[in-house]
């Protein structure tokens, strides 16, 4: 595969990843400002502090920033401008996907471009987004249900999972880390947090109605089955980059399959007490790191290489 293609399905992949999470705070953000307590204003904070705008939170309307997330076409982070780049990068190799999955992208990309799309998020931003949210889920469906399991395919879902596990970890710092304003300790904002990763019903059926933080932070870090929890995300990256690897050079200690391993094996023996005792920020922290060394290590072996690596001796 060349290099532009793979880098074209792997940015697609994280692009489509990041879109539909934006849109799962900006929903629960609004949906927490309905309710004048100091709960739903912390959950708003959350949101906002988890989308990493330093300049979000001293808007003066949630909905203003809500309104910018979704439609502003000259914010790198808004929902806009990420489909428009998941939609850009996947008609640069549309010969690589297949029909059905090119119609959901390219539907939901009209729909959020087109001239009345800020008028029917004022009419009924609830349904605006999660209307939004299911066409990105009919599209990963898609692709699939519709892509051979290939090269292609793998770089797409390669995106997707790197994206999930840093955004995930991202918010988690948020709520869980050391530099947090205030314990997350109020029902309404821990089942918000819930809600922003899409977890509240899993974790209904694994902890019952006992909502606490604790069992929070090792749900959507340390589950192994769950498809949004960070152990889960790293070992799927580490799968799809040791099918990959075959076909391109090994990296050595850098190599990304490598260094996906010792993400996925530091996850897989993580102890939820020791992370309590000692704090979990450094622990997200290294995440983050890794998340981002795994990405620079995927552009080194395979998009950014050295012609002479694929060059005949």
């Not at 309104?67 to 640069?92: W, Y």
């Not at 119609?103 to 729909?111: C, D, G, I, M, S």
């Not at 299911?134 to 770089?155: I, N, P, Q, V, Y």
């Amino acid at each position: 595969m060349l290099a532009r293609v793979a880098d074209s399905l792997y940015w697609v992949g994280r692009y489509v990843e990041r879109a539909e999470h934006i849109c799962r705070l900006s929903d629960v953000m609004l949906n927490a400002t309905l309710d004048r307590t100091e709960a739903a204003a912390q959950v708003a904070r959350i949101a906002l502090a988890a989308v990493g705008d330093p300049e979000a939170e001293k808007a003066a309307s949630p909905y203003a920033v809500a309104t910018a997330l979704v439609l502003d076409r000259e914010d790198p982070g808004s929902i806009v401008t990420s489909l428009s780049r998941a939609r850009e990068n996947a008609r640069q190799v549309r010969d690589q996907i297949t029909t059905e999955a090119w119609e959901r992208l390219n539907l939901v990309f009209l729909r959020m471009t087109g001239a009345d799309a800020g008028k029917a998020f004022a009419d009924g931003s609830q349904a605006f987004l999660h209307d939004t949210i299911a066409d990105l889920h009919l599209f990963k469906g898609a692709a699939d249900a519709t892509m051979s399991h290939g090269e292609g395919w793998r770089f797409l879902l390669l995106g997707v999972y790197l994206e999930r596990a840093s955004l995930i970890g991202r918010l988690l710092e948020v709520c869980f880390g050391d530099g947090r304003r205030r314990p997350l300790g109020d029902h309404f904002a821990l089942t918000s947090v819930l809600r922003m990763s899409c977890a509240l019903e899993p974790y209904l059926r694994r902890y019952t109605a006992d909502i606490q933080p604790r069992s929070i932070l090792q749900f959507l870090l340390l589950d192994e089955e769950f498809p949004r929890s960070i152990r889960f995300s790293t070992a799927q990256i580490e799968e799809h980059l040791s099918a990959l690897t075959r076909y391109g050079p090994s990296a050595g200690q850098a190599s990304p399959e490598r260094l996906a391993g010792r993400l996925k094996a530091r996850l897989q023996y993580a102890d939820i007490d020791e992370l309590e005792a000692l704090g979990a920020s450094g622990f997200l922290t290294t995440v983050g790191d890794e998340c981002a060394a795994i990405h620079q290590a995927i552009y080194e072996t395979f998009v950014a290489y050295p012609l002479e690596l694929r060059l005949p001796a």
